[in-house]
């Protein structure tokens, strides 16, 4: 079993930046895919990046795609969500998770290792 901490949540102001990290423990990282997602009051759970083992393919959800850019660091066992101009409507509390062999796509269910998430707040 594989824990996740994440950090790097804040409030900033539209078209501000920030840096999400998801660091593991307990297991290396380079055992799993890994994703990013977001729940914003009152709303479900959404995917917002995916990254395979090696860190060599990625994935984004189109709300994001040109603004966010996902990357790990296996030999700091670390996971990045690079966030750039963002907007309100980014506002949610993000997850990091770790995913059943290399998937690394939308699907929830294939991400049975959770962390806690942080919160980022964008204000307009």
């Known amino acids: 079993q594989v824990q996740l901490v994440e950090s790097g949540g804040g409030l900033v102001q539209a078209g501000d930046s920030l840096r999400l990290s998801c660091a593991a423990s307990g297991r290396t990282l380079n055992n799993y895919a890994m994703g990013w997602f977001r729940q914003a009051p009152g709303k479900e759970r959404e995917f917002v990046a995916g990254?395979?083992?090696?860190?060599?393919?990625?994935i984004y959800a189109d709300s994001v795609k040109g603004r966010f850019t996902i990357s790990r660091d296996n030999a700091k066992n670390t996971v990045y969500l690079q966030m750039n101009s963002l907007k309100p409507e980014d506002t949610a509390h993000y997850y990091c998770?770790?995913?059943?062999?290399?998937?690394?796509?939308?699907?929830?269910?294939?991400?049975?290792?959770w962390g806690q998430g942080t919160q980022v707040t964008v204000s307009s």
């Open positions: 998770a770790a995913a059943r062999g290399d998937y690394f796509g939308t699907r929830q269910y294939e991400y049975p290792n």
């Open positions: 990254i395979n083992r090696s860190g060599g393919s990625t």
